[in-house]
Structure formats: structure tokens, C-alpha cells
């Protein structure tokens, strides 16, 4: 399957703790997405990368939270001193570059649930 | 500020009978495109179908229609012959203009198909 991959699928930690989450993305795809989705509710965005540069990034984005996409492959997300409020899933996306017939749509994988207790 | 609103939190509907899906969004954007994704529980976001502000058309995809009516802002997902594998969260969601990556989604709706 190359489709974009995610790990760890689940992660249960205590607050307090670090946790990171690691996302590869399609090989040709040269951006890529960061989503949180808590409950009920739908992706909210967290950060974006074009190749190795981070270009955006949210306010949802706390100091606790760090993204990296070191040489423009996969990308890691990281969550120092976790909180209860952090629990949700975190969905990483990627898409290609624009041009032809693409249309804009992300590539998702199936994402990390974080479950902080 | 670009939003986009779906007033169904859940909708029923009887196998092999068509449901329509409401979304209406909100940009001052001239150019943006709309996208349908589908959640089933395994967490994968799916993509199903898109439509650009400009175009004339309405998207078809399959069993997958988007009736756009863009003085009413609203972009509502019709899905026809509906199949038990079609239960899931339905999200609409909404690029900006082109240079801005930053995709809003909608609150979704479940769907649940009866047999």
C-alpha cells in the first residue's frame, strides 16, 4: 500500500509526558498537512509543509507543539508536557504538486489517536 | 473568515434511495473549491468529489453528485442508490484561493444507511 501511513495508530500516555507521531506521506507528494479531530467534531488545522519548510501553522498550535519535516519526506509531530485537551486523533495529509488534472484534494491516512488520562 | 456549516448532525436513509447532504459555506474568496470527504470508522479521511468556484457545471463522481448553488453559497452532497457500505461522517470542507493551504472543514454528518 502507498498510501500516507501514520504511527503509532493509538497512543495512551499520562499527562505530563512527551509523545511524538510520525507521518509518511506519499512518495511524489511535496506537501504536507497536519490535522487535529477531537470528538464530534471535524479536522481542525494544526500546520503545513511545502517540501521541508514549514509554511503555515495554526494558533491551535501551542509552544507544547512542535511539527518537523526534516528532508522533505516524513514528518514528525510533537507534543511536550501532554494535557488532557490534547486528546484527539492527529491526522497528517499530503498532496502532489498542482498542475494537470489534481483538483486540490488531501491524501489522508488514518491517524493517530492520542489518549491522555 | 471562511466557514463552512452542516446543520445535520445525523441523517437516515433506506438502502438504495438517494440522500442529500447540506453544506453551506462562507468566503469572501472569488476563487475556492469544495470538497466532500467520507469518515468511515476506521478514521481515513476519503475523498469523493470537488467543485471549483468557477466551474459550470455541477460535479458528478459515480453515485456522487454536488449540487452547487453558489448565490446561495451552499454546496449539498447527493448521494444516490445508497449502499450499507455508505454509513459513515460525511465532512464538507473548503480551500481558499490558490497559494493558501489552510482547508476549513464542516462538523459532518453521520449517515446511517437502513437495510
Known amino acids: 500500500d502507498t498510501g500516507v501511513s501514520q504511527d503509532p495508530r493509538h497512543k495512551i500516555t499520562k499527562r505530563g509526558q512527551n509523545v511524538t507521531f510520525r507521518c509518511d506521506p506519499i512518495?511524489?507528494?511535496?506537501?504536507l498537512y497536519w490535522y487535529r479531530q477531537t470528538l464530534g467534531q471535524g479536522p481542525e488545522f494544526l500546520t503545513y509543509f511545502q517540501n521541508e519548510a514549514q509554511l503555515e501553522k495554526s494558533r491551535l498550535l501551542s509552544d507544547r507543539f512542535s511539527a518537523e519535516r526534516p528532508k522533505g519526506s516524513f514528518s514528525t509531530l510533537e507534543i511536550q508536557r501532554t494535557e488532557q485537551g490534547d486528546s484527539a486523533m492527529y491526522l497528517c495529509?499530503?498532496?502532489?504538486?498542482?498542475?494537470?488534472?489534481?483538483?486540490?484534494?488531501?491524501?489522508f491516512g488514518e491517524g493517530s489517536r492520542l489518549t491522555v488520562l | 473568515a471562511q466557514k463552512i456549516t452542516q446543520t445535520q448532525p445525523g441523517m437516515f436513509v433506506q438502502e438504495k434511495e438517494a440522500v442529500t447532504l447540506d453544506c453551506t459555506y462562507d468566503t469572501s474568496d472569488p476563487s475556492y473549491g469544495l470538497f466532500w470527504y467520507k469518515q468511515p470508522s476506521s478514521g481515513e479521511m476519503i475523498f469523493l468529489i470537488y467543485q471549483g468556484s468557477y466551474d459550470q457545471q455541477n460535479a458528478t463522481e459515480g453515485r456522487y453528485s454536488l449540487n452547487f448553488q453558489k448565490a446561495r453559497k451552499s454546496a449539498n452532497l447527493v448521494i444516490s442508490a445508497s449502499q450499507l457500505g455508505d454509513s459513515a461522517m460525511y465532512f464538507c470542507a473548503m480551500r481558499g484561493r490558490p497559494g493558501t493551504y489552510k482547508y476549513i472543514f464542516g462538523t459532518g454528518t453521520r449517515l446511517k444507511v437502513l437495510a
Open positions: 512518495s511524489e507528494h511535496n506537501r
Open positions: 495529509a499530503s498532496s502532489p504538486p498542482t498542475g494537470g488534472t489534481y483538483t486540490g484534494e488531501l491524501f
